[in-house]
C-alpha cells in the first residue's frame, strides 16, 4: 500500500474514528477491504485472528486473490484493528459496515455478493467497487431510494472516508434523502489534547 503521509490519521483522529464506529458494544463491525489497496491482504487477514471471507467465490488466482475485496469482523478491542485503520483510512482502502449484533460475517457476504456485479450504462455488467470509499460516496446518495435501501437492509450504517481527511462520513438506512448522511469530524491533536 502506498501511503500517502499527509492524509494519514494521526492517534487522536485514530481514537476518535474508534469512538465512532465502535459507539454500541450491541453492535458489529464489518470492514470490506480493497486488496488492490492494502497490501499482502490475504496474509494480513490470515495472520489476523479475526473472522474473514473473500466476498468472491471459487478458486481463485493468487493475483486475483490478492486484489479481491475481503469482508473482515473487526473487534474493538484487537490490534489489527486500529493498525488497520491507522494504516488504510484515508488511502481508499475499504468502508465500516456497522450492523446489528445477530447480523453475522456470512450473512454480510450474502448480501453484498448481490451488489459486486451491476449493469453498466450499455447494459454491460461490470464490477461495482462500492468498497473503495470514492466510489461509495459518490454512487449512494444518487441512487434511487428503493436500491439504496436494498444495499443497506441488513445494515445499521456504512462510514467511509470523507473527501475532507479530518471527517468520517456515515450513511444510514434511512435512505438517500437529507439526514441520511453524516459528517463527523475526526478530533485533530490539538483538540484531543483539550478535550
Known amino acids: 500500500m502506498e501511503w500517502d503521509e499527509h492524509t494519514v490519521i494521526d492517534q487522536a483522529q485514530l481514537i476518535a474514528l474508534m469512538r465512532i464506529v465502535f459507539n454500541n458494544d450491541q453492535h458489529h463491525v464489518y470492514a470490506v477491504l480493497d486488496g488492490c489497496k492494502i497490501a499482502q491482504l490475504p496474509k494480513r487477514l490470515q495472520s489476523s485472528g479475526c473472522t474473514h471471507s473473500c466476498l468472491f467465490s471459487g478458486a481463485l488466482d493468487p493475483s486475483l486473490e490478492l486484489a479481491a475485496p475481503w469482508l473482515v469482523e473487526l473487534p474493538a478491542k484487537s490490534p489489527f484493528t486500529s493498525?488497520?485503520?491507522?494504516?488504510?483510512?484515508?488511502?481508499?482502502?475499504?468502508?465500516l459496515l456497522q450492523t446489528a449484533a445477530e447480523v453475522d460475517l456470512y450473512s454480510v457476504r450474502h448480501h453484498l455478493?448481490?451488489?459486486?456485479?451491476?449493469?453498466?450504462?450499455?447494459?454491460?455488467?461490470m464490477l461495482f467497487r462500492f468498497y473503495d470509499p470514492r466510489a461509495f460516496r459518490i454512487t449512494m446518495p444518487q441512487l434511487r431510494s428503493a436500491d439504496y435501501q436494498a444495499f443497506l437492509a441488513p445494515l445499521l450504517g456504512v462510514f467511509t472516508e470523507a473527501d475532507d481527511p479530518s471527517s468520517v462520513l456515515h450513511f444510514t438506512a434511512d435512505g438517500p434523502m437529507q439526514g441520511s448522511v453524516r459528517a463527523f469530524p475526526l478530533?485533530?491533536?490539538a483538540e484531543h489534547q483539550h478535550a
Open 113 to 125: 455478493r448481490r451488489f459486486l456485479r451491476v449493469t453498466g450504462p450499455g447494459g454491460q455488467p
Open 187 to 189: 478530533a485533530g491533536q
Open 83 to 95: 493498525s488497520l485503520l491507522q494504516e488504510s483510512w484515508n488511502q481508499h482502502g475499504g468502508i
